[in-house]
């Protein structure tokens, strides 16, 4: 009994070691399939396509008993959360991506939660009590996340790492990024613009979970609208009907992976996680990513590695875990009121 419940204490723990591979895979797969030539919008209309063939089963029969009935306003909500947390929020990651590393990009991932956190206390959905340590460690996490974004934006500095000259297309790709194709305050921006649409589509899934709680199909659904958000746009800008046509291996296995793993594969371990552990945790194997994403960076996209993004993202993460600590903190203070409160409803009505 006792190995039985060792192993259910782990799952998770492993369940998110695996979401944290499969997105560091997702990175350096789009990264190079951009690099390759792929139209970033033909491929979150493909991925997110992909993604509504995988999971609409899932939610079909895992939710056909309690799946609630899709109203106007729960339409309104699901094509609003389609276009920050799949189409805006994708267009702008892999726009930076393009501009940057990937080692680079992934790590602007840990100012998401900060943001978040912000845009909730302006809000007004988050307190914030300045006077004990919960809040000052909030306080603290966040101006260091800052601090951090700060030095990746500003300051580049030496590489750590000295890769040997690239040759064939790797040399074209270099020399372009030399001339001036690849700016790096551009793709900063761009990633800045993904954690703050990032953050608004994390409140707006906390309404949405309220007014329509069946998590696959509202899921399912925000992946069909953001691929025909996707479709519409691409339509309009592209005219040329070569541009869907995915010829090199790249594209393929890019399309199918992200859709299936990456979009899935991935939100389903996610959402077990925070079911079984809670968004604390889950938030906290983030960094993790970023470790994997520079190992397949350095190996397998043959990126440098500079001094500002190692600082930058020693910042973030100190700063991401004390945040992390303090939103804890508070939960687990108001767990025992909440219990005290019920108590004493029980009390009244006995």
Partial sequence: MWGMARIDEWKPVMAMLVFD?????????????????????????????????????????????????????????????????????????????QYTTATF????????????????????????????????AKIVGTLMSFAGVMLLTLYKGVALTHQAEPSGQHAEAAAAAESGKKSWTLGTLALLANCLCFSFWLLLQSKLTKKYPALYSSTAYMFLISSLQGGGLTAAIQRRASVWVLTKPVEIVTVLYTGILGSGVGYVLMTWCVEKRGPVFTSAFIPIIQIMVAIIDFFFLH???????????????????ILLWGKSRDASATVPLAKEEEDKEKQIKS
């Fill in 303 to 321: 990126e440098n590695i500079y001094l500002g993004s190692v600082l930058g993202s020693i910042l973030m993460i100190m700063g991401l875990y």
């Fill in 21 to 97: 591979l499969i997105s560091a895979v997702t990175t350096a797969l789009i990264k190079a399939a951009l690099e390759d030539g792929l139209d970033r919008l033909v491929l979150i209309t493909l991925r997110q396509l992909v993604a509504t063939v995988f999971l609409s089963p899932i939610a079909f029969f895992k939710e056909r008993n309690t799946r609630p009935k899709l109203t106007l306003e729960i339409l309104v909500y699901l094509f609003f959360s389609a276009a920050l947390g799949a189409a805006l929020s994708q267009y702008t990651f892999f726009y930076g991506l």
């Fill in 105 to 136: 990009a992934i790590t602007f991932t840990n100012l998401a939660p900060v943001l978040t956190f912000l845009i909730a206390v302006l809000l007004r959905v988050e307190s914030l009590n300045m006077k004990n340590k919960a809040g000052a």
